[in-house]
């Protein structure tokens, strides 16, 4: 396995989905293409946008099998969650991801994740 990448995800999908099944649908479409994925919901401070959609954020732990750049990790996820997401919530659903970089950003995800201040793998 090659090392973990932490990346933030934001999905944008219809106000009455719940974003827990949000979390195990995107857990369930990252591994569909041979990663792993550790999911977190982070709270949500808006309530919907005018056209009905809610956004959602979550931090995802990515690995893959063989040794892959983050970048390309994180393209063949966001590809795989966009293509489920529409699938199972329609056109208007749609998912970002990006590379957590900072050491302040990984600090304040990490205990999210974990639960614990420090790393524990």
């Given amino acids: 396995m090659a090392d973990p990448v932490m990346t933030v995800v934001r999905v944008q999908a ?3 989905v719940d974003p827990y099944v949000l979390e195990a649908e995107l857990t369930r479409a990252i591994c569909t293409c041979r990663m792993t994925a550790e999911v977190t919901v982070l709270p949500n401070w808006r309530r919907r946008t005018k056209d009905g959609l809610r956004r959602h954020g ?3 732990v990515l690995s893959g ?3 892959k750049s983050a970048s390309e990790l994180t393209s063949v996820a966001e590809k795989a969650l966009r293509k489920a997401l ?3 919530f329609g056109m ?3 998912a970002k991801m990006r ?3 900072s050491t302040d950003e990984v600090g304040i995800f990490w205990c999210g994740v974990r639960g614990t201040p420090r790393r524990s793998w």
């Fill in 65 to 67: 099998p063989r040794a």
């Fill in 14 to 16: 219809p106000v009455e």
């Fill in 92 to 94: 208007a659903a749609t």
């Fill in 99 to 101: 590379l957590v970089r």
């Fill in 58 to 60: 979550f931090v995802a």
């Fill in 86 to 88: 529409r699938r199972k």
